[in-house]
C-alpha cells in the first residue's frame, strides 16, 4: 500500500532553513499519475497548505510563504522535498507529506518540528 | 477569496446518536469538497471526496451531501473510535481546509 514519511529535524533555530524529506513508498513519484503536497498544522491549529510539485518538477506555492519556500523532487529516490527559509516561532507545526492536487488520499504520519534557539 | 466556515466548533454526543455538522462556503464552489477525519495526534484521513462520494474503506454510516454554499456531514450512527475532529476542504487556486468540528462521547 502506499505509504509517505516524513524524515529531517525536529529543532530549528530561528533565521535558519527547515527541510525536510517525504520519502513514497508503494507508489511511484515519476508515474506522473498523482501531485505530492506539503501540509502544515500548528500546534492545536487547523490545517494550512504550503505547496506541491509533479514528477516533472512543475510546483505550486502558498503565496504566504512563496518568498520563503522551496519543493524539490528527487524521483530516483521516490522522493519530495521542503526547505522553508528564515524561520520564526510562527513556522513552528506539525508538517505533513501527503499524495494529491484536489484531495489528499494517503499523508506521512507527520513530522513536529519546533523553532527555538 | 473563498472561506470555509465550519459548525459547530465543538459538539457532545452519545454512541448510537446521528450527528451532523456543516461546511459553509462563501462562494459557490460546487460539489469541490471534501471531508477529513483527524484522530488526536494522527494525520488526516480523507472521508468523503466531491461532496458525497466515500472513500474507499470508509464505513458506510459517514455520508456527505451539498452543493454550492452549504455541505453537510453526517454521522449515521456515532461510535467511539468517531471521537475526531472533522475538516472540511477546498481545492481552489490554494487549497483550503475549514476550522474543523470536533466530536466528542
Known amino acids: 500500500q502506499v505509504q509517505l514519511q516524513e524524515s529531517g529535524p525536529g529543532l530549528v533555530k530561528p533565521l535558519q532553513t527547515l527541510s525536510l524529506t517525504c520519502t513514497v513508498s508503494?507508489?511511484?513519484?515519476?508515474?506522473?499519475?498523482?501531485?505530492w503536497s506539503w501540509i502544515r498544522q500548528h500546534p492545536g491549529k487547523g490545517l494550512e497548505y504550503i505547496g506541491y510539485?509533479?514528477?516533472?518538477?512543475?510546483?505550486y506555492y502558498n503565496p504566504s510563504l512563496k518568498s520563503r519556500l522551496s519543493i524539490s523532487v528527487d524521483t530516483s529516490k521516490n522522493q519530495f522535498s521542503l526547505r522553508l527559509t528564515s524561520v520564526t516561532a510562527a513556522d513552528t507545526a506539525v508538517y505533513y507529506c501527503?499524495?494529491?492536487?484536489?484531495?489528499?488520499?494517503?499523508w506521512g504520519q507527520g513530522t513536529l518540528v519546533t523553532v527555538s534557539s | 477569496d473563498i472561506q470555509l466556515t465550519q459548525s459547530p466548533s465543538s459538539l457532545s454526543a452519545s454512541v448510537g446518536d446521528r450527528v451532523t455538522f456543516t461546511c459553509q462556503a462563501s462562494?459557490?464552489?460546487?460539489?469541490?469538497l471534501n471531508w477529513y477525519q483527524q484522530k488526536p495526534g494522527r494525520a488526516p484521513k480523507l472521508l468523503i471526496y466531491?461532496?458525497?462520494n466515500l472513500q474507499t474503506g470508509v464505513p458506510s454510516r459517514f455520508s456527505g451531501s451539498g452543493s454550492g454554499t452549504d455541505f453537510t456531514l453526517t454521522i449515521s450512527s456515532l461510535q467511539p473510535e468517531d471521537i475526531a475532529t472533522y475538516y472540511c476542504?477546498?481545492?481552489?487556486?490554494?487549497?483550503?481546509f475549514g476550522g474543523g468540528t470536533k466530536v466528542e462521547i
Open positions: 501527503a499524495r494529491g492536487l484536489d484531495r489528499y488520499d494517503h
Open positions: 508503494g507508489a511511484s513519484i515519476s508515474s506522473g499519475t498523482h501531485y
Open positions: 510539485i509533479f514528477y516533472s518538477g512543475s510546483t
Open positions: 462562494h459557490d464552489i460546487s460539489n469541490y
Open positions: 466531491d461532496a458525497s
Open positions: 476542504q477546498h481545492y481552489d487556486n490554494l487549497p483550503l
